[in-house]
């Protein structure tokens, strides 16, 4: 399979704002689950198709190493070529990771202002300037709709199409209309896009629970799962 299959066969195809490009209005992207479903997986799924597509990606991590998150990357690649059989894998893989920068940030040392000021340095330095920026294991529970608004804002300021995680919590049921979990729950406005994981009882898949999107292009009749033993993304 060539690079180019690759990308038209990826299931993230069904949802057309996965498609974090280089032109269009910046957008703002939600993945929402509890502890240890998957949020991950995803966020460095979007990350691999986007680079694949030629964007360059900047991936925040909160509270986890740099050498861990690169694993993420190499082993979802990995499996990514290995069932896709891709031409070439090799030099692929060295490709995309030319159109990465992984950043890590101590929970308690994280904020939007100091990721501003890390990210206006790179550009400044002309050391890197991404397209489309993941932050994994945001905490945004203190005051959710002042700091996703900064965020929101982050994008505007420096055109980056952006996806944050953010756990939810099982004993706080509290929603919003469209059905955002807290703590993001009076901040889904700020979203384009919310995917909500889901443990499925009469299945071994994870549902991937699109609830907001808003680009109006899911494909009718489609969703999305996560299979919880290789962590990828396939089709329903």
């Not at 990210?119 to 700091?147: R, T, Y």
Request: net charge negative; aromatic share 4%; proline share 3%.
């Amino acid at each position: 399979m060539l690079k180019q299959d690759l990308i038209d066969k990826n299931p993230l195809r069904v949802l057309s704002s996965a498609d974090q490009g280089q032109t269009g209005a910046p957008q703002m992207g939600l993945v929402m689950s509890r502890a240890g479903l998957g949020k991950t997986a995803i966020l460095v799924q979007i990350a691999l198709d986007s680079m694949l597509r030629g964007n360059k990606v900047l991936h925040v991590s909160i509270g986890q190493t740099l050498e861990k998150t690169k694993i993420w990357y190499d082993d979802i690649f990995q499996d990514i070529a290995t069932k896709g059989n891709l031409d070439k894998a090799g030099e692929v893989q060295d490709e995309i990771n030319r159109q990465r920068m992984i950043m890590t940030f101590n929970e308690e040392s994280f904020s939007v202002a100091k990721l501003k000021e890390r990210l206006i340095d790179l550009i400044d330095q002309d050391i890197f300037q991404a397209n489309c920026l993941l932050v994994d294991g945001f905490d945004c529970s203190d005051d959710p709709e002042k700091v996703l608004n900064e965020m929101r804002e982050l994008g505007a300021e420096l055109a980056l199409n952006i996806w944050v995680s953010v756990v939810s919590h099982r004993n706080d049921e509290r929603a919003s209309d469209a059905g955002v979990p807290a703590p993001c729950h009076k901040a889904d406005q700020l979203f384009d896009t919310v995917i909500v994981l889901q443990a499925k009882s009469d299945s071994k898949c994870i549902a991937l629970n699109i609830i907001k999107d808003g680009s109006g292009a899911v494909q009718s009749g489609k969703s999305l799962n996560l299979d919880p033993a290789t962590l990828m993304i396939m089709e329903g």
